[in-house]
């Protein structure tokens, strides 16, 4: 499978007045296989739109490679097979849905009325496509906005919270086209807070926290390792004891007994620990992880490992030693997004 | 040039309809109506008074149109994020920039045009007819649209680095100095009682700063006796220096727009 996107070793930091300096995105390591949807997520201040923008050519890196469909990002070229979508986008509200569209089209050299109005239909905008922008809802701009970005067929689609502030049908709306594009063979990269949909429709996906990489993999490896709840009654000591041993036990009450089997080699093993020390198993329930179990528990222990770090650096000052030194600012100025 | 152009009318598309700039247009337009009635002089006198009260309205409101049309464009683009949109797209930004340009210098063609008609409507309802006279009025309304080409580039630089209220006074100052204050750098400059230093300062700002003063024409209208010797080369001489200061003005916009991180 070739690679629709790219990173190695991405950095980008913002010079400051003063002399400060602030590293937004820290050694990133992406990899983004064609034809998948990707969600690429992340606290507010993660690092997740100017890792977009510099995808897009927008802002340059400051050290590091980005290579989007095989060139180098920012390539002109390469604007032809991609596409936008920003997050809370703000469009020329005097013009209509279809003006908007023909706008961007020219921005191509496309002068295909005809596949403006298709675009349109396709969104659900059909018989709202002459009504000034001013007067659609949220969900309706952000209907348009996936319009515009279609306009040239685009090979890879970056969507910068596509459902953010929608309500429940245009969520709906909006995730079902996004798994239409995959259909189509487009590369999607989706970067959002609403871990709901990224589980529901991503591939893969990379989490970033202060500007790390914290986890990147398939959803299906990521989530794998869910619990399974095992209940069970009439259970002995003896039995509750060994299981204790292994801390296995959530609860134990009245010879009722609830445990945690992190795989099934685990939940076979207690099964049959269970039934051989007579005891009644009631239930086995699997408990599948969440997308946003993984994303707090990568967050945190990025968190934590980071804090520690500080600790450390901190002691080490106040001893006299070397503290950490600030990335080389090479480009650069502003801030970060 | 497609991209160019789309961006153009999609900025006249917009400028148009900005309530900020139809406010400043109606005033102007109201000016330029009751100016007749502000005047109870003889008749030679009032057709001088009239004539310096419209064009100095025309000429004020065009500037003030120039200036709030053009500092705000690119910061909002970049706080709405429409730039990013556009830019996504295969546009560069140089494109982006003169698309904006040639959008704003439209949007202020067509609203000069309007304070213009108004102006001869008004001059020939009130002084008759007087067909020369009404051609000596779209000239000078002509120079002055050029004057304000030259305004909105030398904007549309200074919005490339700074924010739009310092970018206001600044480029408000400088068609003061280029304006008004021009004579006196130019007589410093020459004065011989002066330190070098200072008329050495004064030759700078002379070079730096637009002569926007010699786009000011209105004297061979309002006084009868006075005229342009060589009229012909003089007004294309003022064209020529007004597209070579432009493409200075754009080129430098461009050169520092390339490389700013938006």
């Not at chain 1, 930091?13 to 602030?22: F, M």
């Not at chain 2, 065009?62 to 053009?70: H, K, R």
């Not at chain 2, 000596?136 to 305004?151: D, G, N, P």
Request: hydrophobic fraction near 45%.
């Amino acid at each position: 499978m070739s690679l629709a996107i790219e990173t190695i070793d991405l950095v980008k930091t913002y010079k400051h007045r003063g002399g400060a300096s602030n590293t937004v995105v820290d050694n990133l390591n992406l990899q983004v296989e064609s034809g998948e949807i990707f969600g690429f997520l992340g606290p507010n201040g993660a690092g997740k739109t100017t890792t977009i923008k510099m995808l897009l050519g927008i802002i340059g890196q400051t050290s590091g490679v980005a290579n989007v469909l095989g060139r180098e990002a920012g390539d002109i070229e390469i604007h032809k097979r991609i596409s936008y979508l920003p997050e809370k986008p703000y469009y020329y509200e005097y013009m209509s849905g279809l003006e908007l569209v023909i706008f961007y089209a020219s921005l191509f050299g496309i002068r295909d009325n005809d596949r403006c109005k298709e675009l349109l239909r396709r969104v659900n905008l059909a018989n709202d496509m002459n009504r000034p922008l001013s007067t659609y809802s949220k969900g309706m701009q952000q209907r348009v906005g996936l319009a515009q970005s279609l306009i040239n067929n685009p090979e890879l689609l970056f969507l910068d919270e596509p459902t953010g502030g929608l309500d429940p049908i245009a969520h709906i709306e909006i995730r079902d086209l996004i798994l239409q594009f995959r259909e189509e063979g487009k590369t999607v990269f989706i970067s959002s807070h609403e871990l709901s949909d990224v589980e529901r429709i991503c591939d893969r996906v990379a989490i970033i926290n202060k500007g790390q990489l914290v986890a990147q993999g398939r959803l299906t490896d990521l989530l794998a390792g869910g619990r399974v709840e095992v209940t069970a009654e009439g259970v002995s000591d003896a039995v509750s004891d060994s299981l204790r041993h292994e801390n296995r036990i959530v609860s134990f009450k009245d010879g009722r007994l609830i445990l945690d089997a992190p795989d099934s080699d685990d939940l076979n093993g207690m099964i049959d620990a269970l039934r051989n020390g007579g005891a009644q198993v009631v239930s086995v329930i699997p408990r599948r992880k969440r997308l946003e179990d993984l994303f707090i528990e990568a967050v945190a222990e990025d968190d934590t490992a980071k804090g520690r770090q500080r600790g450390r650096m901190t002691d080490g000052n106040s001893d006299g030693t070397k503290s950490a030194e600030v990335e080389e600012v090479k480009t650069g100025e502003g801030d970060p997004s | 040039m497609n991209a160019v152009l789309s961006i153009a009318r999609t900025t006249l598309g917009e400028a148009i309809r900005r309530r900020v700039l139809l406010v400043i247009l109606l005033i102007a337009l109201l000016l330029l109506v009751i100016a007749p009635g502000m005047n109870g002089l003889t008749a030679r006198q009032s057709q001088t008074v009239l004539l310096s009260l419209i064009l100095g309205v025309l000429q004020l409101s065009s500037a003030v149109i120039a200036i709030v049309l053009t500092v705000y464009m690119i910061p909002n683009e970049v706080e709405r994020r429409t730039i990013y949109t556009i830019l996504s797209k295969p546009v560069l930004r140089w494109q982006f920039l003169l698309g904006k340009y040639l959008g704003a210098v439209s949007a202020l063609g067509l609203m000069i045009m309007l304070m213009t008609g108004t102006m001869i409507a008004v001059f020939a309802a009130f002084q008759g007819p007087n067909v020369e006279t009404l051609a000596s009025l779209a000239r000078v309304a002509m120079m002055y649209f050029v004057q304000m080409c030259l305004l909105a580039a030398v904007a549309i630089f200074f919005s490339t680095f700074v924010q739009p209220v310092v970018n206001f006074f600044l480029s408000g100052g400088v068609y003061l100095v280029g304006t008004v204050f021009g004579s006196l750098f130019a007589t410093i400059a020459e004065s011989q009682q002066l330190p070098q230093l200072v008329r050495l300062a004064a030759q700078l700002v002379m070079l730096i700063v637009p002569n926007f003063g010699q786009y000011n024409v209105q004297n061979s209208v309002i006084n009868s006796g006075a005229q342009i010797v060589g009229e012909g080369i003089y007004y294309t001489n003022l064209a020529v220096y007004g597209i070579v200061y432009i493409s200075i003005l754009l080129l430098g916009a461009m050169l520092i727009f390339d490389r700013r991180e938006v």
